[in-house]
């Protein structure tokens, strides 16, 4: 394996550079961080140098072992593969699609459509579209974390789908998202935020989060 240290190239407030960085907070792997501000400059992951890192000019992406890697889910089934310790995958075969499919339901229903590329081309209707989005996929989530939740989304251990949750909630109050009608969501979300690695991976306290939003 490799010696040299990984470096995550991240924003603050990015929900995917989140799920990432608790990942690596659990796993207890140190990092170098490279901040990407994907407002300022008009955008620096539009810039020529960061592109060379990720060609679709999205954070995160981890230099890693030698290779380079984005897409946050994939990001962490390496690291999974990799540092199974603790794992972020149940054992169960169940429980283990169980925590796949609430993460893609957070990764492929619920992020992307109201993600910074979409919102910008929604102009005025940007709020009321991502309040809906988030809306209707929270919905279906409270209904199936119903079913698989014990303490945390998955049964009582931290799991890929822990990971995706919060950024997830963290983005659905940011657009002041009623979550009165998801109590499952709500009260496994304080319970995670309860936890040293989603503590330090906290958008509020990032290297590059602005003075005005720090914790």
């Not at 890693?64 to 897409?71: K, P, R």
Request: neutral net charge.
């Amino acid at each position: 394996m490799a010696s040299e240290k990984p470096i995550l190239y991240s924003y603050f407030r990015s929900s995917c550079s989140w799920r990432v960085r608790i990942a690596l907070a659990l796993k207890g792997i140190s990092y170098d961080l490279v901040p990407v501000n994907l407002l300022k400059d008009g955008g620096q992951q539009f810039s020529a140098e960061f592109k060379a890192v990720n060609p679709m000019q999205q954070v995160p992406a981890l230099k890693i072992d030698g290779i380079i890697l984005s897409q946050s889910l994939a990001i962490i089934h390496y690291l999974e593969d990799t540092r199974p310790d603790p794992r972020l995958l149940p054992q169960d075969p169940k429980k283990r699609a169980q925590a796949r499919m609430v993460a893609d339901h957070v990764v492929s229903g619920i992020q992307p459509l109201q993600n910074l590329s979409i919102l910008k081309q929604m102009g005025e209707k940007k709020l009321e579209w991502a309040q809906n989005c988030i809306a209707s996929g929270f919905q279906a989530l409270e209904q199936i974390l119903q079913r698989t939740a014990g303490h945390y989304c998955v049964g009582d251990e931290v799991s890929v789908a822990d990971l995706c949750l919060v950024p997830q909630v963290f983005n659905a109050e940011r657009y002041n998202v009623d979550m009165g009608p998801y109590p499952t969501i709500t009260r496994i979300n304080k319970a995670l935020l309860e936890l040293e690695a989603f503590k330090v991976s906290h958008p509020s306290r990032q290297p590059d989060t602005p003075a005005e939003l720090r914790a």
